[in-house]
């Protein structure tokens, strides 16, 4: 099948429509990764959230077969700051700034707030995909010279597109974060059965001293109503305005949430004494559940390890699921069964007085973080010896 040359850019993913864009991004290979679904982005679009007067403009790239049809996508926003992105280019931007360059605008393939891995290059099942994904970038190059952004990234791309993006001249990144894995447990006795027994002790003890207070509630498809989504919300404000001041998201991205996308949410709610008091939401892919926002109005001993951590693990092993991954951050994860995992980020510096520095910078911090990834999984691993 024969592919366009020209790339289009849509300024809403709504121009480019739900059925086209989902011809792409749920082609198989991707496995059902709910955050580059039409419905999720779009979703982000419609409540304020990832549009232009918030920083994040979109400009999404298509590509067409020789019928016309959409046979390839990249979500791409044209962003004024660095936030919401969680892989940190904030020194690249104060060095390039102090050197008399301009690092705003610059272009971001990502889904937008979340750090979590992903296809960015979307193909559809039936298409080339090494000639679409090269359209695709090449694309977003040619946005980049002509909007004069700085420079490109692909932030938290799957590890093979990322290791293509090297082969294109991209600069690569990469990072850290704590995934649990499913060894094929059959409940959440078994796993702790392969952990150290003080480990195991500890968690029982967390576990025991979490749920005393509390009633423990997962929602998910029809069972999610407007009244949780305003309970969470207002966890979600609490914490997000402790954390990073100004939070990211809006009232009406939950509820658009819960419209759309009602069975690949996971809700897990407590409530003290009929009153709701802390939350975590989780998004279902095929076979990754994804950790992404905690929040709570009291403050109880190990709820947030109880909710966010052991909840998940026991949902992920009840539904088959290979693996829970509990967003950005965070070494106790390690006691709790997350070991650390890399995640990838690539990235095109359009000056080269600013390329050289990051390329020598990026060589080093790689070296430096696989070592830290196996240091900290021989040192602090829960898991038995040999288990």
Known sequence: MSLKPAVNVSRRIADIGREAWDACARNP????????????????????????????????????????????????????????????????????????????????????????????????????????????????????????????????????????????????????????????????????????????????????????????????????????????????????????????????FFSLLGERMADRVLLVMARREGRWVAGALNLIGDDCLYGRHWGCVEEIPFLHFELCYYQAIEWAIAQGLERVEAGAQGQHKIARGYLPTPVYSAHYIADPALRGPVERFLEQERAGVEEEIEWLAEEFSPFRQGG
């Open 29 to 252: 290979a991707h496995l059902g990764n709910p955050f580059i679904h039409y419905d999720f982005l779009d979703a982000l679009e419609a409540a304020g959230c990832a549009v232009e007067r918030q920083g994040w403009g979109p400009h999404h790239l298509s590509v067409e077969d020789e019928a016309g049809r959409v046979a390839a996508v990249m979500p791409l926003y044209l962003k004024s700051h660095s936030q919401g992105e969680y892989v940190f280019d904030h020194a690249w931007a104060d060095a390039y700034e102090r050197a008399g360059g301009s690092y705003y605008p610059k272009l971001l393939s990502a889904a937008p707030f979340t750090p979590a891995t992903g296809p960015r290059l979307l193909v559809r099942p039936d298409v080339p995909a090494g000639e679409a994904r090269a359209l695709l970038l090449g694309g977003a190059l040619t946005v980049c010279e002509r909007y004069g952004a700085s420079s490109l990234h692909v932030n938290f791309p799957t590890e093979a597109e990322w290791r293509w993006m090297g082969d294109q001249g991209l600069g690569l990144r990469e990072g850290q974060q704590y995934h649990w894995r499913n060894r094929g447990y059959r409940d959440f006795e078994d796993f702790l059965g392969a952990l150290s027994s003080g480990r195991r002790k500890t968690i029982r003890r967390e576990r025991r001293e979490a749920q005393a207070p509390v009633e423990i509630v997962r929602l998910t498809g029809g069972d999610l109503t407007e009244e949780h989504w305003d309970a969470f919300f207002g966890f979600y404000m609490d914490t997000g305005s402790r954390k990073w001041g100004r939070p990211y998201l809006t009232r009406p």
